[in-house]
């Protein structure tokens, strides 16, 4: 099945930095969605897009949807410990089958204290 | 609190033998999925239902089946046949309507012995 282009694979940071990750399709989305994993947990809803051109914040976090419509960005800023996880990014296709989504790989994230 | 009810947390099978897991949601979603997530793998798709009664495979769906008896449940049954089982499932499930994102359950590890 096809899967979207989730970069970069992990990050290691130090507290207090700015975080950015991306994903990118060869077809066209008409929704992206963003999701946070805690070890152990089920993913979590952060942000969702509707829009081309979309820029939408959920407190430290900020997802645009790319005017192509064949990318998503989520930025994360002045990262704390508990931002630690697997972020997720999910789309749509347009016409996709019976509304299901297409998942990333994701991004493993570590802060350092 | 509506949400989506995955049991056991933590599931240990003997090889050869078959094993259920419990999907069970009061959200009054249409739509249920079952992924399969393996380190560094992302989430593959096993088995979704779109409605009651009705079910089709996803891009994993070799050693696994499924039933779909009523709106609230979902069970999975990991057979004999796949030949390795061992990963954390999720199940999720989506309101009625194309464009909304998932709910995923909290997961269920399993292992084989």
């Known amino acids: 099945g096809q899967q979207l282009n989730q970069s970069p694979q992990s990050m290691f940071i130090q507290e207090g930095e700015d975080v950015s990750m991306n994903c990118t399709s060869s077809?066209?989305?008409?929704?992206w969605l963003w999701y946070k994993q805690d070890p152990g947990e089920g993913p979590v809803l952060l942000i969702a897009?509707?829009?081309?051109?979309e820029l939408t914040s959920n407190g430290r976090l900020t997802a645009q949807f790319g005017i192509t419509r064949k990318d998503s960005f989520l930025n994360i800023s002045a990262s704390i410990p508990s931002d630690v996880g697997i972020y997720f990014c999910?789309?749509?296709?347009?016409?996709?089958?019976?509304?299901?989504?297409?998942f990333g790989k994701g991004t493993k994230l570590s802060v350092k204290p | 609190d509506g949400g989506i009810t995955q049991s056991p947390k933590y599931l240990f099978r003997k090889e050869g033998q078959n094993v259920t897991l419990s999907c069970e949601q009061n959200?009054?979603?249409?739509?249920m999925y079952w992924y399969r997530q393996d380190p560094g793998q992302g989430l593959r798709l096993i088995y979704y239902?779109?409605?009651?009664?009705?079910?089709q495979k996803g891009d994993i769906a070799e050693g696994y089946s499924v039933s779909r008896e009523k709106k609230e449940s979902f069970p999975l049954t990991v057979t004999s046949a796949q030949k390795n089982p061992t990963a954390f499932y999720l199940c999720?499930?989506?309101?009625?309507?194309?464009?909304?994102?998932?709910?995923f359950g909290s997961g269920t590890r399993l292992t084989v012995v």
């Open positions: 239902s779109q409605i009651v009664n009705d079910f």
């Open positions: 897009l509707y829009k081309a051109g």
């Open positions: 999910a789309g749509r296709m347009n016409g996709g089958s019976q509304g299901n989504l297409i």
């Open positions: 999720a499930s989506r309101e009625p309507g194309r464009n909304y994102g998932y709910t």
């Open positions: 959200l009054n979603h249409d739509a």
């Open positions: 077809s066209i989305f008409n929704t």
